[in-house]
């Protein structure tokens, strides 16, 4: 199964703390076992583009589509036998501590 790991801000997680970040690792480890595919972090909420289409007019808009304190700071996609593995290797990245992991399965075409 495929996951999409969004990695998030919580203002609500413990400190971020640069001598507990192991993100390195994590990816190491990861890229390793063969179950992270991909990944990348994502510039800040405040320079995202937001496009919609109403009425056939194309809107664009700077920033996020909803204002909030959290916001998507990175994505992994992962190669997982079931959601317990994806839990299990989301809970080993740094922040599952510092901020929180969204767990995704990916929705095939043909279901």
Do not use: Q
Request: charged residues 30%.
């Amino acid at each position: 199964m495929h996951f999409m790991m969004f990695v998030a801000t919580d203002p609500e997680a413990e400190p971020y703390s640069a001598d507990k970040d192991t993100t390195e690792d994590w990816v190491t480890e990861m890229d390793g076992r063969g179950v992270r595919l991909s990944g990348e972090r994502l510039r800040p909420a405040a320079e995202a583009t937001t496009v919609r289409l109403r009425n056939e007019e194309i809107l664009v808009t700077d920033g996020p589509f909803a204002e909030t304190k959290e916001w998507i700071a990175g994505y992994d996609i992962l190669e997982c036998a079931d959601v317990t593995e994806a839990i299990a290797i989301a809970a080993k990245h740094p922040m599952a501590r510092f901020g929180r992991l969204e767990l995704r399965a990916f929705w095939p075409f043909d279901d």
